[in-house]
T-cell receptor, first 111, second 115 residues
């Protein structure tokens, strides 16, 4: 099993640009989570999907952030427009129960 | 919602010494508990989990944790640490009980192993 796959691994963009982060969960997992990790705020849950349906998006910071899961094998997290304070490592995780499997993360830098 | 508290943000320890990383949880319902490890520049990886049964849980890399209901604790221990154990460790609990797949993570404990 390849594990959770995230792309890109690193993204550097200028303020105001659109950023799209991608995630392929482990096959057979029916829950998917997007997290953000920063030194200041630690690990934060942004949004949680179950069976491709968003269950809890209360962690999404503001309308600039949106997430989709069009099918069981793909999800995106989009930031439009991006701001320097969005700089962080974004993790995707998937699960079939309580045990979550994390991807390697995308390190986003907004200048 | 359930929560976890990791009492130490940083723990330095010499190589081959024992270590204990502390975690306390708040819950009045049945509890599942998890410890995750994050090595530098990597995602989180499950170390061990308590779902039911024996209160002493063994995980990967020689780590173990003991579920203590009376003290609402789930401390992580290793009798002899290696340089490769340098990482950040997170305690986690389901956000709203055993039926919830969302996890609430503690703020993490950075373990630094000194040669």
């Amino acid at each position: 099993d390849a594990g959770v796959i995230q792309s890109p691994r690193h993204e550097v963009t200028e303020m105001g640009q659109e950023v799209t982060l991608r995630c392929k969960p482990i096959s057979g997992h029916n829950s998917l989570f997007w997290y953000r990790q920063t030194m200041m705020r630690g690990l934060e849950l942004l949004i949680y999907f179950n069976n491709n349906v968003p269950i809890d998006d209360s962690g999404m910071p503001e309308d600039r952030f949106s997430a989709k899961m069009p099918n069981a094998s793909f999800s995106t997290l989009k930031i439009q427009p991006s701001e320097p304070r969005d700089s962080a490592v974004y993790f995707c995780a998937s699960s079939r129960g309580h045990e979550q499997y994390f991807g390697p993360g995308t390190r986003l830098t907004v200048t | 919602a359930q929560s976890v508290t990791q009492l130490d943000s940083q723990v330095p320890v010499f190589e081959e010494a024992p270590v204990e990383l502390r975690c306390n949880y708040s819950s009045s319902v049945s509890v599942y508990l998890f410890w995750y490890v994050q090595y530098p520049n990597q995602g989180l990886q499950l170390l061990l989990k308590y779902l039911s049964g024996s209160t002493l849980v063994k995980g990967i890399n020689g780590f173990e944790a003991e579920f203590n209901k009376s003290q609402t604790s789930f401390h992580l221990r290793k009798p002899s640490v290696h340089i490769s154990d340098t990482a950040e460790y997170f305690c986690a609990v389901p956000w709203s009980g055993a039926g919830s797949y969302q996890l609430t993570f503690g703020k993490g404990t950075k373990l630094s192993v000194i040669p």
